[in-house]
Each structure stands twice: as C-alpha cells, then as structure tokens.
Nanobody
C-alpha cells in the first residue's frame, strides 16, 4: 500500500522558516517524481515544487523561487521542503504528492502540475502570521 505522510507544518512568523517532510512507502517499483502542492482557504490548488528521482531535476513555482528548496533522501525514503523567508500568502495546507516514472509524470512534475501526480498525502497546515 502506497503511503505519503507529511510532517513539519505549524505556525511561523513572516520572514521565518519551516521544513516540511514527506515519508514515502509502498512504491514498487520506486517512485519517479515527488513534490508539493498547496491549497489556501477559498483558493484552488497550486503546485509549489517537485523533483525527479532519476536526475534530481527540480522545479519551483515563481511564487516560491529563491525562498523554498526541495530535496530528498533516498536512504530515508523522505522528501523535504525547506521554506525560508515565509510570507502570509504562503499560508495553506501543503500536500505531498508522488507518482511512478510513467509517461507524462516528468512534465507534470516540472510543469508545476504537482496535483496531477497520482498519490497524495493527507496534508499539513502551514500558517504564517505575526
């Protein structure tokens, strides 16, 4: 059974930092792409960042470029989203998503359509407020 479990959300002040993690299990064969999308109250889903397992190529939404960094640890089967210089508009539920290395997955991942990946976690709340 494929599972993605997010952790690390919470409350941060503007300008502060948080690190989200996503523990992955059950992929056989291994996943091909893993990333994050978010949904703020009353808004649609927005792809945040995604990384390809084959070559570690990563993509970012323009709204987070230069502030967020995605990474992964193969040994721990975990992906991370380091979020720096947080802004109130970053407030949202953040979801981890992943998929097998199927046709179209690379385009979805690097094209910011992270919510097109087939497997999602349950989400973790990030609130940025003073």
């Amino acid at each position: 059974q494929i599972k993605l479990v997010e952790a690390g959300g919470g409350l941060a002040q503007p300008g502060g930092s948080l690190t989200l993690s996503c523990a992955v299990s059950g992929f056989n064969p291994d996943y091909g792409a893993i990333g994050w999308f978010r949904q703020a109250p009353g808004k649609g889903r927005e792809g945040v960042s995604c990384i390809m397992k084959s070559d570690d190529t990563a993509g970012y939404a323009d709204s987070v470029k230069g502030r967020f960094t995605i990474s992964r640890d193969s040994a721990k089967n975990t992906a991370y989203l380091q979020m720096n210089r947080l802004k109130p508009e970053d407030t949202a539920v953040y979801y981890c998503a992943a998929d097998f290395p199927n046709p179209g997955v690379r385009e979805a991942c690097l094209g910011a359509a992270v919510d097109d990946l087939d497997f999602w976690g349950r989400g973790t709340q990030v609130t940025v407020s003073s």
